[in-house]
């Protein structure tokens, strides 16, 4: 997997965050999600402001389909949502991460029915300047979310196969 994202302007931006390989899968698998720097920046920002953060990527309403992030829990996750990663943020304080090692963690979930329409893409989370319209927590800041895409390869979507996500309903949320 690239260490970059390309942009559209034939730019580039980092990427600062993968999702953590769920269990029993092998640690190179490909993840579903992955984050930006400028996304990582923003996440650790609302987290120090609200706590532990969530995302839900849904199929249109409010900012169309814009990757709306909450304060975990105040999301009510449907039974055919689909859990597509938690992005492990790492933490630079050692000692945070040994006392609380979820702190570091933020699910991003995406509505079934947008799943089955973007399962051959990689989720990728930005932050670029501007407001978006919906009920995001990073409204006031002055900068938004915004969902790239790369598709996975052949190989890719063959080991992705092995290890599907799970759903709401296969979860306790």
Sequence with gaps: MDDVCGLPSGGSVRIAARAAAP?????????????????????????????????????GCCDGSAPMCYPDGEFRVG??????????????????R?????????RVWISGSQFET??????????????????SLENPTGKRFLSRARTFDERE???LGEFPPPAGADMDV
Excluded at 118 to 127: E, F, R
Aim: aromatic share 4%; proline share 8%.
């Design 23 to 59: 269990g029993g899968a092998p640690d190179d698998l490909p993840p579903r999600v992955v984050a930006t720097e400028p996304a990582v920046e923003l996440i650790r920002e609302l987290v120090a402001r609200h706590g532990p953060v969530m995302f839900h990527q849904s199929g």
């Design 79 to 96: 039974q055919r949502d689909v859990l597509v990663g938690e992005l492990d943020l790492g933490d630079d304080d050692d000692e945070a």
């Design 98 to 106: 040994t006392s609380s090692p979820s702190s570091s963690r933020v």
């Design 118 to 135: 973007w399962k051959h893409t990689q989720l990728v989370l930005d932050a670029v300047p501007g407001r978006g319209s919906g009920f």
């Design 157 to 159: 979507l063959a080991a």
